[in-house]
């Protein structure tokens, strides 16, 4: 039997975290920093999607907003018009694929996992939409709680704290507490990598992200191709493979159990080769 933090109860599953888990972003805009316009339509969405999975990503992130520093939100509707015909042709086409709706509105919370989502990823952690938290635990699904200090068109411009450690976490044991007296358990923490963070505050984050574990949550890393690896290397996102596995690495030393990612085959062979160096035993 596993233990309750150390599994996710997903669309009648039980997903264990005791391994690293890849988290496959798809999206569907036509703006977001990496990957915006690639995957407009429903056959290359899908297509995407099922590669991913092929290469070997458990959760399958849909969003249909940009979240890139400077981005406009937009309305809820115009957001479940994008994700809905593509949730409902994953659950379709992908029936055993665990789908993560990446939204900030309670509404295309409801509708995405009417439609077959398993998991909401919110990047605001109710902050935006009150209903998202009352929503999220209704449903009774995993809902992954997100740092973000301001809103993505001001992000970051200039963000400050004390200790942005400290800040994180204490935000942490507000919310969670928030959840779990509307009845919530399944919450999974992502401390916001590049959401109103500079460059040294993602790397303190990064450093000291076992301080997390305190919670006996699992940990999710979203730092995929940002630029808190490209204003290390120089890189723009696409050159950023590279860097991306060095700190998806780094993540993993320090107890990361998600990473979401743009590309999978390189975040499973970063975690094969992390595991190999953990458990010789395993490969003798």
């Known amino acids: ?38 995957y407009q339509n429903i056959p290359q ?17 849909v969003g249909g907003m940009s979240s890139r520093p400077g981005a406009r939100l937009i309305t809820a509707e115009e957001e479940w018009k994008r994700v809905l015909p593509l949730i409902e ?9 665990i789908i993560s709706i990446d939204t900030i509105y309670a509404t295309t919370a409801r509708k995405a996992v009417e439609a077959g989502a398993a998991i909401v990823n919110d990047i605001s ?17 995993p809902y992954i709680l997100m740092h973000m200090q301001g809103l993505p068109h001001n992000m970051q411009q200039q963000p400050v704290y004390e200790d942005v450690v400290r800040e994180v976490f204490d935000f942490f044991i507000e919310k969670t507490g928030r959840l779990r ?27 000291q992200l076992s301080v997390f574990r305190a919670f006996d949550m699992p940990l999710l890393v979203g730092i995929s191709r940002k630029s808190m690896i490209n204003k290390v290397l120089h890189t723009k996102p696409a050159e950023a493979l590279n860097g991306t596995t060095a700190a998806h690495v780094l ?33 003798a």
């Open 45 to 61: 969405a899908l297509q995407h999607a099922k590669k991913m999975l092929e290469e070997g990503a458990d959760i399958i992130d």
């Open 125 to 141: 952690a109710g902050r935006i939409d009150p209903e998202m938290f009352p929503t999220v635990a209704a449903l009774q699904v």
């Open 251 to 283: 993540a993993l030393e320090q107890g990361a159990n998600i990473l979401r990612v743009h590309d999978v085959a390189p975040a499973r062979e970063a975690i094969a080769i992390w595991e190999a160096f953990h458990n010789p035993t395993e490969i």
């Open 89 to 97: 042709a994953l659950h379709e086409e992908l029936p055993e694929a």
């Open 1 to 38: 039997m596993l233990h309750p933090q150390t599994s996710i109860h997903a669309k009648g599953q039980l997903l264990s975290t005791e391994r690293p888990l890849i988290m496959g972003i798809l999206n569907i805009t036509p703006d977001s920093f990496f990957d915006g316009g690639k």
């Open 181 to 207: 007296e509307l009845g919530l358990h399944d919450i999974i923490l992502d401390p916001g990598f590049g959401f109103g963070k500079t460059l040294a505050h993602n790397y303190a984050l990064l450093r």
